[in-house]
């Protein structure tokens, strides 16, 4: 069983950055794929980011895709999320999730693990 709590979330300005954390407990999560995804009010879930088991690979969405930075230190258990140039429609409850496999993934059916969500709101 894999525990994920994320932090570092807040309020910024457009044009401002932020960076998240995900730390995982309960079994070590270095032999899979994380990523990170976002929900904003009304919306469904979204992909933001991914990264291969050795950081190897990574991939964003198409609307994150030069501003945000996807990384990992798996001595730490621990999964970020360097989010630059923020503009008001990043703003969501961001989720760090744990894969089944250790290869990259854009769908949130291929993750097993979720954290609770932390908000980020971006102000115009």
């Known amino acids: 069983q894999v525990q994920l709590v994320e932090s570092g979330g807040g309020l910024v300005q457009a044009g401002g950055s932020l960076r998240l954390s995900c730390a995982a407990s309960?079994?070590?999560?270095?032999?899979?794929?994380m990523g990170w995804f976002r929900q904003a009010p009304g919306k469904e879930r979204e992909f933001v980011a991914t990264i291969s088991w050795n950081g190897d690979s990574t991939g964003y969405a198409d609307s994150v895709k030069g501003r945000f930075t996807i990384s990992r230190d798996n001595a730490e258990n621990a999964l970020y999320l360097q989010m630059s140039n923020m503009k008001p429609e990043d703003t969501a409850v961001y989720y760090c999730?744990?894969?089944?496999?250790?290869?990259?993934?854009?769908?949130?059916?291929?993750?097993?693990?979720w954290g609770q969500g932390t908000q980020v709101t971006v102000s115009s």
């Open positions: 309960g079994t070590t999560v270095r032999r899979y794929a």
């Open positions: 999730a744990v894969d089944h496999s250790p290869t990259i993934s854009y769908y949130s059916n291929e993750y097993d693990y």
